[in-house]
């Protein structure tokens, strides 16, 4: 299929560099006229078109990749990226969320079992020394497209029969369903990682490639029940957060 064109703005001899001219008129093509997944010209073309050295178009290119704005398929061109998401702080399930968009949620489970977590872990969810809790590691996927991976302790007192559940379905779900619980308090930290081999591989992207990731730890009738943490891809998310003036009581954070 032909790529399409992009809007027929002019590069001119000026003050502001020719890659930057470029790197605009290709930003107002890309939001405006060309729905993600849409092919862009060849270096070779969009030079030809306005007048410029291919180094100046592979200028404007890799600033949009580093962007998010395009993105490179090896042997195959250059393509506008998908949208990012907003991924706004509140508590709600993976599924609950990716339904809310209109998009189907599925979900592989990668582990389960049962061990002594980390003392991080096991603080965080009110365990002794040496007493055990569920582990649950799995990746989540909406319209078929792997968006995260989590990997979470949960306190086998509050949450009893857990990997006894559906681990493909909501987990929030079921515990509401079978305990008649629901997690009725988040705490939550974010940070951003590069990707290692690993969930680099489960997302289907490459090692070293942003991620978001979320820790939470969230309670059930007032007592600590999950502790999970979530490498969210960072080219198909963004954090919204509304802000006012007011300051936080300090709390010393996540344990």
Request: glycine share 8%; hydrophobic share 35%.
């Amino acid at each position: 299929m032909a790529a399409p064109n992009v809007t027929p703005d002019r590069v001119v001899n000026g003050p502001t560099p020719k890659h930057a001219q470029l790197r605009e008129i290709l930003r107002r093509a890309i939001e405006r006229e060309l729905p993600p997944g849409s092919p862009i010209p060849s270096e070779r073309e969009l030079a030809e078109r306005y007048g410029v050295s291919r180094l100046t178009v592979r200028s404007a290119i890799g600033k949009l990749v580093e962007e998010g704005l395009l993105t490179r398929a090896r042997g195959k061109g250059t393509f506008t990226a998908a949208r990012r998401m907003e991924l706004q702080l509140y508590l709600m399930s993976f599924t609950g969320d990716m339904r809310r968009r209109g998009l189907v949620p599925t979900t592989e489970l990668l582990e389960k079992d049962v061990r002594i977590p980390p003392p991080p872990n096991a603080q965080a969810l009110g365990l002794g020394a040496g007493q055990p809790a569920y582990r649950l590691a799995r990746l989540r996927r909406a319209d078929g497209v792997p968006l995260a991976v989590e990997r979470g302790w949960y306190h086998p007192g509050h949450v009893p029969g857990l990997l006894d559940f559906d681990l493909t379905q909501s987990l929030y779900e079921q515990i509401a369903r079978h305990h008649d619980l629901r997690f009725d308090h988040a705490r939550q930290t974010v940070w951003a990682e590069a990707a290692d081999r690993e969930t680099a591989r489960l997302l289907g992207i490459r090692a070293g490639d942003p991620l978001l990731v979320f820790r939470r730890i969230s309670t059930t009738r007032g007592e600590p029940a999950e502790d999970i943490t979530s490498w969210y891809r960072g080219d198909r998310y963004q954090v919204s957060m509304q802000l006012d003036p007011t300051v936080p009581a300090e709390d010393g954070g996540l344990p």
